[in-house]
């Protein structure tokens, strides 16, 4: 009694659980009625911090968020953007995500409750030698509804490995795919093949195309179809025929981006030629990892947590990661399709494993919500998908050819021409540049990527309003970057009234026509059949002469 006494004791005084929760809430006023920290001492503190910016810049502040409404602060002085990019590390916003972030927080008070109390308490991360938190439990529970393999369901031998962020859980894939190959006798078999353009995680550690420090002596690169380059499917294949007749027999992995990131844009791949490659390199006993780090999650619009089960690639293994944490805990994982038993029953680890891999309660009871809560916004991602891609076509043509759009679902890239005045690549990136300082000054932050171009992966609760509020400025940004830079479209570059990717959704081409509201569509406020959420005028603006384009693309075909 008198130890527990003791361990109430504070400052030569009593203090009961509730006394002292009240007297440590948290003060949220940062930021807005008073300011807690000297802003003028964040310049000197950026100084010595070296991150995504060149080392010593002086970052923006981030004081707060709804949606893609942020509220950043620099030189003392605050500004509003719509922050539409932040490389898909984000699903839900407001009360959404409250919702998601409720179970965890109500059990982290009760935690620190029983700490104040001196009595033992829940963990709130444990390390991976001293067992796992019960989170783990509800979460592969949830995760098994979304398996991408669902014909042979019943008979799957799954196993994940949690990790923290997109590159260690590739590496997770890669390092469990390889073990399988050596337990079963291809010890030969220790090559990665990556994609001619990937990112796999940062490219000074990771797989993937870019080599910036040294040499990656254990991959190879096949050849992928090109952002912004014409190809022809048959001799692609038949090239990356040539590459696995001269180095099967050496690779035990390929890896695979179903809708590439930040380096190609978000480009998808073209109808059926996805499977077809994972279908000829299994063929030759290599294993498959599907990287939908970014392209997960249900954002790629096609109704189910997976890309890779909507257009049934059939990988040996699919990672999964960014916004599972809800975007506000660090938390990744790969998927093995079969192999449990037998990595098991041959004592396998999975190597790729560290302090924090699946120890954190907070993120796990978050992505369980997560799990359990995008499945009912795959028909509004759908249909954001469908808005977005009448959006970017316009943005397209306004730009007179300055920008080559290409995505699916709530994951959007413009790749900025590469030819006529562009064929000079300091003129290029100076285009660039200039387009970074309209995109500011109309005040949108979208996600800028090494290869020139940039991509726009809000948080998929958006609502359709808010699509053509960015649509708007990011169209004043091109217009005005067009006039500053004196572009004018090479004769050389494809019209865009024959481009076949310009084809709108047949349901999406009638839509003029007077719908009956759905009652999901008005929840999530992407309904388009009212004028509730979107003006049908700003709207129509956006759309004006495209069915007409689907009318010749669908002639020339």
């Known amino acids: 009694m008198e130890e527990e006494k003791m361990n109430m004791t504070y400052r030569g005084e009593e203090k009961t659980e509730m006394s002292y929760l009240e007297e440590t809430k948290v003060d949220y006023s940062y930021g807005k009625e008073e300011e807690k920290v000297d802003k003028s001492t964040s310049s000197a503190a950026h100084a010595h911090f070296a991150g995504?910016?060149?080392?010593?810049?002086?970052?923006?502040?981030?004081?707060s968020k709804n949606g893609v409404n942020h509220v950043i602060e620099k030189y003392q002085?605050?500004?509003?953007?719509?922050?539409?990019?932040?490389?898909?590390?984000?699903?839900?916003?407001?009360?959404?995500?409250?919702?998601?972030?409720?179970?965890?927080?109500?059990?982290?008070q009760q935690v620190m409750a029983?700490?104040?109390?001196?009595?033992?308490?829940?963990?709130?991360?444990?390390h991976t030698s001293g067992g796992v938190p019960f989170a783990l439990t509800t979460f592969i529970n949830a995760l098994e509804?979304?398996?991408?393999?669902?014909?042979?369901?019943?008979?799957?031998?799954?196993?994940?490995?949690?990790?923290?962020?997109?590159?260690s859980a590739v590496m997770a894939g890669i390092d469990m795919l390889l073990q399988i190959q050596i337990t079963q006798g291809h010890r030969n078999r220790k090559m990665v093949a990556v994609g001619g353009k990937s990112y796999h995680g940062p490219p000074s550690t990771s797989f993937g195309s870019s080599c910036p420090l040294f040499p990656k002596a254990m991959q190879l690169t096949y050849p992928v179809p090109m952002a912004g380059e014409e190809f022809d499917v048959d001799d692609l294949l038949a090239k990356y025929e040539q590459f696995l007749n001269e180095y099967a027999t050496c690779i035990g992995v390929l890896l695979i981006e179903p809708q590439w990131g930040s380096s190609q844009v978000a480009l998808p791949w073209p109808d059926g030629l996805a499977k077809k490659y994972v279908e000829m390199a299994q063929e030759r006993g290599i294993l498959v990892?599907?990287?939908?780090?970014?392209?997960?999650?249900?954002?790629?619009?096609?109704?189910?947590?997976?890309?890779?089960?909507?257009?049934d690639l059939d990988p040996d293994a699919v990672t999964f990661g960014k916004?599972?944490?809800?975007?506000?805990?660090?938390?990744?994982?790969?998927?093995?399709?079969t192999g449990g038993d037998l990595l098991g029953s041959n004592g396998r680890t999975v190597m790729q494993s560290h302090t924090f891999a699946g120890s954190s309660v907070r993120a796990l009871m978050t992505a369980t919500e997560v799990l359990k809560t995008l499945p009912h916004w795959f028909d509004s991602i759908k249909k954001c998908g469908d808005e977005m891609k009448v959006i970017f076509r316009h943005l397209e043509k306004i730009s007179n050819g300055l920008i080559y759009a290409q995505g699916q679902g709530l994951m959007w890239g413009a790749l900025v021409s590469h030819q006529g005045m562009h064929n000079d690549k300091a003129v290029r990136s100076n285009t660039?540049?200039?387009?970074?300082?309209?995109?500011?000054?109309?005040?949108?932050?979208?996600?800028?990527?090494?290869?020139?171009?940039?991509?726009?992966?809000?948080?998929?609760?958006i609502d359709v309003g808010t699509?053509?509020?960015?649509?708007?400025?990011?169209?004043?940004?091109?217009?005005?970057?067009?006039?500053?830079?004196?572009?004018?479209?090479?004769?050389?570059?494809?019209?865009?009234?024959?481009?076949?990717?310009?084809q709108l959704d047949e349901e999406f081409c009638v839509s003029e026509k007077k719908k009956q509201c759905l009652t999901q569509l008005h929840f999530s406020r992407t309904c388009t059949s009212c004028a509730d959420f979107v003006s049908p005028v700003l709207r129509k603006r956006f759309s004006r002469g495209l069915w007409e384009l689907e009318q010749l693309c669908r002639t020339i075909q």
Request: aromatic letters at 8%; proline letters at 7%; hydrophobic letters at 40%.
């Open 52 to 63: 995504r910016v060149p080392a010593g810049s002086d970052l923006p502040i981030c004081v």
């Open 145 to 167: 509804k979304h398996l991408p393999w669902k014909e042979d369901e019943e008979n799957l031998d799954w196993c994940v490995s949690l990790q923290l962020e997109g590159a």
């Open 289 to 311: 990892l599907a990287d939908e780090i970014m392209c997960g999650l249900g954002r790629h619009g096609k109704g189910t947590l997976f890309l890779s089960e909507a257009w």
């Open 467 to 502: 699509l053509y509020k960015i649509a708007e400025r990011i169209e004043r940004a091109l217009i005005q970057t067009v006039e500053e830079v004196g572009w004018t479209q090479p004769c050389t570059s494809p019209k865009l009234e024959i481009r076949v990717s310009l």
């Open 77 to 108: 002085s605050k500004k509003e953007i719509l922050s539409i990019g932040l490389a898909c590390s984000e699903c839900f916003s407001g009360p959404r995500l409250a919702q998601l972030l409720q179970p965890g927080l109500e059990y982290e």
């Open 114 to 126: 029983d700490l104040m109390a001196g009595k033992p308490a829940a963990p709130l991360s444990i």
């Open 432 to 461: 660039i540049n200039v387009l970074k300082k309209n995109f500011e000054e109309v005040g949108v932050l979208p996600y800028f990527v090494p290869v020139g171009g940039f991509m726009v992966s809000p948080v998929v609760d």
């Open 323 to 337: 916004a599972i944490g809800g975007g506000v805990f660090p938390l990744s994982g790969a998927i093995i399709k």
